[in-house]
Nanobody, 121 residues
Framework: QVQLVESGGGLVQAGGSLRLSCAASGSIFSINAMGWYRQAPGKQRELVAAISGGDSAVYSASVKERFTISRDNAKNTIYLQMSSLKPEDTAVYYC???????????????WGQGTLVTVSS
């Protein structure tokens, strides 16, 4: 079993910063990639940023100059440093992991519970 725990969401004013974290735990053989997605009311869930096992990162064009994704392999944790936040960044942010379960070697995609980020104008 693989679980994700997200934290760091909250309420900030426009122009402020937040740092999200996502820790993966459980029976993990390997992690192929981890990423952050977000979903605003009335909109589809979209990719924000993702990072591979080789630390290759991709970003949504709307956040590329403002957000930074990083990982701590020792902790099986990724972070999303968000700066210059805008009201349009308001959404529930979800962590996602693509991993191999340790005992069965099954490929799994697991979602976190989501953490709410609200940016006020």
């Amino acid at each position: 079993q693989v679980q994700l725990v997200e934290s760091g969401g909250g309420l900030v004013q426009a122009g402020g910063s937040l740092r999200l974290s996502c820790a993966a735990s459980g029976s993990i053989f390997s992690i192929n990639a981890m990423g952050w997605y977000r979903q605003a009311p009335g909109k589809q869930r979209e990719l924000v940023a993702a990072i591979s096992g080789g630390d290759s990162a991709v970003y949504s064009a709307s956040v590329k100059e403002r957000f930074t994704i990083s990982r701590d392999n020792a902790k099986n944790t990724i972070y999303l440093q968000m700066s210059s936040l805008k009201p349009e960044d308001t959404a529930v942010y979800y962590c996602n992991v693509a991993a191999r379960e340790a005992t069965t070697r099954r490929y799994l995609e697991v979602w976190g519970q989501g953490t709410l980020v609200t940016v006020s104008s």
